[in-house]
């Protein structure tokens, strides 16, 4: 351990001070200030500090995200800071993560999703409706193109526009002027500002399924940094890790980025992995759809493999059965190869052409 990264905490202990690099967003805030309290209860000896930073993300907020194309939009300062030792941990929205992280780093931790699902936000003069309630042509607010697909599949009634900014800019947006019936949100973000309440629905998946690593919190960290691997290491929760490696291998092996119009829905049970995963066209016309399984039951043999570091679409989940992980990222990579197969490449080909026409 550097002499530097060392810090007396005042009772003559000494301590390690770790610094946690943040997007100034009030999300983002909130995401790291949980990861911190977590680490300050399970290492009370540990002096952390928060440095908040604004993205290129937060600076060009009126650009729909899936125009600005750049997928490293909000976690590229974050990663400078990183490289160059000004911070030591990132907290991210996995679903902000690329699938593949520059070299040098990696996700040391993922912790316990939280509900993975979208929610719908009603403008206060729709309150008890339903989107299947909504007036036709009534104007749906998202900037997502796997909303907007899906929702225009299952709600041809509906329109649909870009709405951008933070969480607390669109909700402001929709309340305060008359463009919006209602928006769409991932119900975990809604939850972590506090405002659980504003949720009149949750989007089943027979209406819209989730991005890939939609509600779980992810942190980066250097891929070097093996005390620091160990450290959070116990923050990751074994079922999110593999079904966000799952989730995460199929988007990759479908060369999708952030903004393509791919969904997912994972389960856990019996010690069986369910991916189900989705390819839309812009429109929701077109859709390729499918479900794979497969064992994620741990084994004696795996105490033996559990301290490897091995990165599997950015993650380097130590201590959690590697075998397990292989079968989660395989998993992924089949069902992108059965979509792959069926014709999946053309319709993100043609989806991506006409979104960048858009
Ligand atoms: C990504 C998307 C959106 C965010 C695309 C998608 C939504 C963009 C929009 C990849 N990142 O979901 O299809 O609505 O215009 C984002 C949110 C959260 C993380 C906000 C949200 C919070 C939830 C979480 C933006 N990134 O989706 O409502 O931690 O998963």
């Known amino acids: 351990m550097a ?6 905490n005042g009772d003559g202990k000494i301590s390690r001070l770790i610094r946690i690099g943040t997007r100034k967003s009030q999300l983002a805030r909130i995401q790291t200030d949980s990861v911190a309290e977590k680490l300050k209860e399970l290492y009370p000896d540990i002096l952390l500090e928060i440095v908040a930073m604004s993205t ?34 990132v907290v991210h929205s996995l679903k902000d993560l690329p699938t593949t992280l520059p070299p040098g780093f990696t996700v040391a931790a993922v912790l316990k999703r939280e509900n993975p699902h979208d929610a719908v936000v009603l403008h206060p003069k729709n309150v008890g409706k339903t989107l299947a309630m909504l007036p036709e042509k009534s104007v749906i607010g998202t900037s997502s193109l796997r909303r907007t ?13 870009d709405i951008r900014g933070n969480l607390n800019t669109r909700l402001k947006k929709l309340d305060e002027k008359e463009d919006f019936a209602a928006i769409i949100l991932a119900a ?7 405002w659980e309440n504003r949720i009149t629905q949750i989007l089943e998946p027979e209406d819209c399924m989730y991005a890939v690593g939609q509600g779980a919190l992810a ?19 074994t079922d999110t890790v593999l079904r966000c ?15 393509v119009p791919v969904a997912v829905h994972t389960e856990v049970k019996d010690s069986q992995l369910y991916l189900t995963g989705a390819v839309y066209s812009l429109d929701g016309s077109d859709l390729l759809k499918n479900t794979m399984q497969t064992s994620i039951a741990t084994s004696d043999k795996c105490q033996q493999e ?3 570091q091995v990165q599997r679409v950015g993650i380097t989940a130590i201590k959690i059965c590697s075998g397990a992980q292989d079968n989660a990222e395989r998993l992924g990579m089949e069902l992108a190869n ?19 026409a858009r």
Do not use: W
């Open 3 to 8: 002499e530097e990264a060392n810090a007396s």
């Open 56 to 89: 290129t993300g937060d600076k060009i907020l009126d650009t729909a995200l899936s125009k600005i194309g750049e997928k490293s939009l909000f976690t590229k300062e974050l990663e400078t800071a990183l490289e160059k030792n000004m911070v030591d941990l």
């Open 188 to 194: 975990a973000g809604l939850r972590r500002m506090g």
């Open 245 to 259: 490696l799952a989730e995460r291998a199929f988007l990759r092996h479908l060369e999708g980025g952030c903004s």
């Open 149 to 161: 697909a899906q929702l225009k599949r299952r709600f041809p009634h509906l329109e649909f526009k």
């Open 338 to 356: 059965l979509l792959l197969s069926k014709g999946a490449k053309e319709i993100l080909t043609v989806a991506r052409q006409l979104n960048d």
């Open 219 to 237: 942190v980066e960290v250097r891929a070097k940094d093996t005390d620091i691997l160990e450290m959070l290491s116990v923050l990751n929760d």
């Open 306 to 308: 559990v301290d490897e």
